[in-house]
């Protein structure tokens, strides 16, 4: 039976469901998850990342990484840690860079958090066998300082959502209409964090799964030193807003159709995240517009560079840069932020905090 099939069944036998569980199946379901299945993250497939845009977007982080690890001491080793590595094009161009500083590409030990198979394969691919493999970050091990890098993963991690209506915040969940999925609201008994005054039906998120890694990372860096870059699309500054979406062929299709075979994300609440980080006792710099970032690391003078090594490849680099960093498009829709140990300082932020 396929995943819309069973989703049927469990909401005729118990209830609907909430928009965080609804997304959980699609995405990681083990038999139809999109995930889990058929992740199509290539530029035939469903969607790109900026790493996939452009070597620079990977080189750049790999660069970033070089400067904490000598502001954090050159210890050896250092865990380096990618969150969500997709195809495995991040890191591999992170790693090129890395060359640059012999020392600190010798003393990295090499993990990739990744649960989907498929996309396990692809790393492997990229990458032979220099990473090994972790299902979650706490399967990392300890006993090393951390570097962690995660691009587009906050914005898959499962939100929850909830409507003004009435007066009132009701739950949105997803129920049925016949055999439709459709969306419906329910009592939503001890809310907290939502504004108590709002227009009839806004939409409220918050994301327990997104502000849970946060917290992760802020403990594991507070406990064993490091820093985190974190890099997605996302709120700047708490609001609201119904940001849950779905993708396929690079176009947005309705997310309650064809559940497990399209790509379903929100934005991460960055102010949640940053938040659950501090009180870990890290330091936090950003948000940072995305495009602003990579020009403070030098985004300008390596576009420059490869145009000279690559004269016939200009125009193509050029509007790889644009895609990075321009106005209306990755420049300004992706932010970074940067979660550390105290004293250090994370290049690209200058002296946001």
């Known amino acids: 039976m396929s995943l819309a099939g069973r989703l049927a069944d469990r909401i005729r036998s118990a209830g609907p469901v909430s928009v965080a569980e609804y997304m959980h199946l699609c995405l990681h379901d083990p038999r139809d998850g999109y995930y889990a299945v058929r992740p199509a993250i290539r530029a035939d497939g469903d969607f790109i990342t900026a790493p996939m845009v452009s070597q620079i977007f990977g080189e750049l982080i790999g660069l970033w990484m070089i400067e904490v690890w000598r502001q954090m001491g050159r210890p050896d080793p250092v865990r380096l840690v990618e969150l969500g590595p997709g195809d495995g094009t991040l890191m591999s161009d992170l790693l090129r860079a890395a060359r640059l500083e012999p020392d600190f590409a010798a003393a990295i030990d090499l993990w990739l958090v990744e649960p989907s198979h498929p996309l396990r394969v692809q790393q492997v691919q990229k990458l032979g066998a220099v990473a090994r493999h972790a299902e979650s970050l706490d399967e990392v091990p300890g006993g090393a300082p951390l570097l962690v890098v995660a691009n587009e993963v906050l914005d898959c991690l499962p939100t929850r959502q909830w409507e003004r209506r009435e ?58 030193g490091g820093a985190a870059l974190l890099v997605d699309y996302g709120r700047e500054a708490p ?12 176009r947005k299709v309705d997310p309650l159709e064809r559940p497990g075979q399209v790509d379903l994300t929100v934005h991460a609440d ?47 680099i050029r509007r790889q ?14 932010l970074a932020v940067a979660l550390h140990s105290p004293g250090l300082r994370p290049p690209g932020f200058g002296t946001q905090t």
């Open 167 to 224: 007066g009132a915040w009701r739950e949105r969940r997803i129920g049925l209409a016949g055999d439709q999925l459709v969306f419906g609201l329910a009592p939503a008994p001890g809310l907290e964090g939502a504004p108590e005054m709002a227009p009839e039906g806004a939409v409220f998120e918050h994301s327990p799964a997104q502000e849970a890694l946060a917290s992760e990372l802020g403990a594991r860096i507070a406990s064993e």
């Open 270 to 316: 960055f102010p949640s995240v940053l938040a659950a980080a501090r009180r870990e006792g890290v330091e936090t710099r950003g948000p940072m517009a995305q495009g602003d970032f990579l020009r403070a690391l030098g985004l300008e003078a390596r576009a420059r560079a490869l145009s000279l090594a690559q004269p016939e490849s200009g125009e193509r």
């Open 321 to 334: 840069v644009e895609r990075l960093a321009g106005a209306g498009q990755m420049g300004d829709l992706f």
């Open 239 to 250: 609001g609201l807003g119904d940001t849950l979406q779905a993708v396929s062929g690079h």
